[in-house]
């Protein structure tokens, strides 16, 4: 399916790197368990009130394990 064939790229809370998830972000609940890449289970990020910056925004560093099991995905940051 189309919709599988890409990866986000999300900031748990709490958390400094990023780890990659397919399912697509609209359909989280904050705080939401979501199932990444790397066979963790993190919260979904928190949303960001109109207008402020997102916490995740500037955090490039990726989880290791998230990007080996990418194999052909195109994939993205995503900030709540
Ligand atoms: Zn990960």
Known sequence: MLTE?????????????RHATRPRPGAWIQGDVVQVLCEKKVKAPFATPYGKTPR???IDERCPECLQALVDET???WDA
């Open 56 to 58: 995740s925004n500037g």
């Open 5 to 17: 064939a890409y990866a986000l790229w999300i900031v748990p809370p709490a958390e400094k790197v």
């Open 75 to 77: 994939s993205r940051n």
